[in-house]
């Protein structure tokens, strides 16, 4: 058959079907992979701790943070494996055979994509991070997002009894005031300014729901702007000073002694300071030796020595405990103002004691308490007694002497 004969034919063809062009060939279905990228963003499901940071390198920035907050939904992200860091434990690093199913590696993904570039994140994603329990993670968001999550998430923080202080290290003086005032946000006292806002740090005084620590924090901010005392009596320091009477002698040692230090500059009142109660009871001695330890006011040196017989305290040191006077000697004995004297009351402070006995650093010191002629007890000796598992502990994380 000719040509002609041939288009004759396909145009009958076309005239009853209708003329349709030949199907491409098939194309083959869309992997799994492919599938779950197209729908669910990137695909990270084949990363392992090897291939992590090429992964985050090579994803798109706009995809980064979208994933980062999947993968915060998805959960699994607590890493137990820790190691240690010039005597820190930290959590470790993913290892290069771990997968995505393994918490480590995970969480490490997600500080990977958060980066640095400011911006908020999803409600939802905020209030997951204290559960999450990672201080890293969170202190890594805590750096990106704007102040009002920042506060957002202190004030979630310190409902579950945790720190808070390192996230709120940049809001302003406004925004404390106001964090502190409707959120309860002790993290944030440090950033109110006394100057424009003295009500708040005088209410967080006078609040009992406040932390004794919170309370220091409010304490100390509202000194830095009362006129020197040396200089009088001002309204500001009489206020600050009427403020604090319900405080005094309060059951938390530190706070106590910023109370007495406060009143005894501000007021020159001496009812607070903590001297000797020229008591019988040990127990009352160890009180006051307890606000004695946290005290810093600059007659110290005097209220040391209504602890002490005229010719000082003994201290006795087991062989070998190293000393801060260099001396080998096991007995020396020490007056108020004396440097190992002022550094042993500085070890008492926040000891855990037992009776007269406190456990410091690597030993135990042992308070002995002796009668004066009147039967009132005074402070004759003080024992230091080693504690091999504390000097073995301080061993291990102490680089030896002679390395660089």
Known sequence: ???????????AVVALVGCAPQPSP???APS????????????????????????IERLPAPDRRPLAYRLIREGNLVCTRRTEVMCTAMIAEPEDSETMSDPCLRRAMVI???????GAVPDDVLRALPTIGDDEMTQAFANVIPPTQRLELAAMLE???????SIVMSVSAEEAADAVSRRHLEAAIDHVDARRAPDVLFAVIGDETYSPRAKIDAIFALRQVVPDPMAGRSAAGERLAAALVPLIDHDDCRLAARVAEARWELVDDHRAL????????RARMMRALCILAEYQGYNVDEIVATYLPAKGVEVVYPRGLERSDSSASTRARYVPGDFELRRILELLAGAKCMDTSCDVEIARVDLVFEPRPNRELQLTRIVYRRDAAAEARIDECTPDAGSD
């Open 1 to 11: 058959m000719g040509t002609h004969a041939s288009l004759g034919v396909c145009a």
């Open 26 to 28: 098939p194309r083959s």
């Open 32 to 55: 799994n992979v492919q599938a779950r990228a197209t729908a669910a963003g990137p695909d990270h499901t084949a990363v392992t701790g090897a291939t992590l940071h090429d992964f």
């Open 112 to 118: 990977g994509l958060l980066g640095a570039e400011p």
């Open 159 to 165: 409902a579950l009894g945790k720190d808070a202080t």
């Open 274 to 281: 903590p001297v000797n109660p020229r008591t019988r009871d």
